[in-house]
């Protein structure tokens, strides 16, 4: 079963508004990642961590990989209405490179 | 580039009835992985290939499910016979070697199922 914590379950956030969502976990994974999902579609890579304490942006999403290797967090800033979606963390725990996702995180936007 | 190519992306069949489903890899991608997407939740891998070798199917029913990828490039992903709870989306990833980046899986759009 999955071994990922992540929340929020959902937000409801005004446009333009800052969002911080974070995934926990009670044993040390090696790698993180994010991933969005829209609806009939297959998950879209954001951002991949590869070392605790890591700190990585792309655009507005900003993401950590925790320095005790069980949690991680994204941010993203001034919201959008092509925000809406779902956001999954993943990560690895072995050097095989099997992700093990959270349950996800649904997001929805204001204009 | 082109990304990971699903069919179909979508099914609808009676239980007991067998289905397939189709994956092509992104070019020069050599481990491949299927996975089972339930609704409200997130994926859950059901297989990984090395090249043509299933090195991880541990989670693979194998009483009803198979998998092959016999050139190491397309994938197919069967269930037979098919039962209620296998309604799902079915999703195919690939990645590159080790070495480079293993961990960022790309993922196609996937095929939702429906069984009746």
């Known amino acids: 079963g999955q071994q990922l914590n992540q929340s929020p379950q959902s937000m409801f956030i005004q446009e333009g508004e800052d969002v911080s969502m974070n995934c926990t976990s009670s044993s040390i994974f090696n790698t993180w990642l994010w991933y969005k999902q829209d609806p009939g579609e297959g998950p879209v890579l954001l951002i991949a961590l590869y070392k605790a304490g890591e700190l990585t942006s792309n655009g507005r999403l900003t993401a950590q990989f925790g320095i005790t290797r069980k949690d991680s967090f994204l941010n993203i800033s001034a919201s959008i209405p092509s925000d809406v979606g779902i956001y999954f963390c993943a990560g690895t725990r072995g050097s095989q490179g099997n992700l093990i996702f959270g349950k996800g995180t649904k997001l929805s936007v204001k204009p | 580039e082109a990304g990971v190519v699903q069919s179909p992306r979508y099914k609808i069949i009676e239980k007991k009835q067998p289905v397939a489903f189709w994956c092509n890899p992104i070019?020069?991608?050599?481990?491949l992985y299927w996975y089972r997407q339930n609704l409200g939740q997130g994926p859950e891998l059901l297989i990984r290939?090395?090249?043509?070798?299933?090195?991880?199917d541990s989670q693979l029913p194998k009483d009803r499910f198979s998998a092959e990828r016999l050139k190491g490039v397309d994938s197919t992903l069967k269930i037979q016979p098919a039962e209620l709870g296998d309604s799902a989306v079915y999703l195919c990833a690939s990645s590159a070697r080790p070495g480079t980046v293993l961990y960022e899986q790309y993922f196609g759009p996937g095929t939702r199922l429906t069984v009746t």
């Open positions: 290939y090395e090249n043509e070798e299933a090195v991880d």
């Open positions: 070019s020069g991608h050599n481990t």
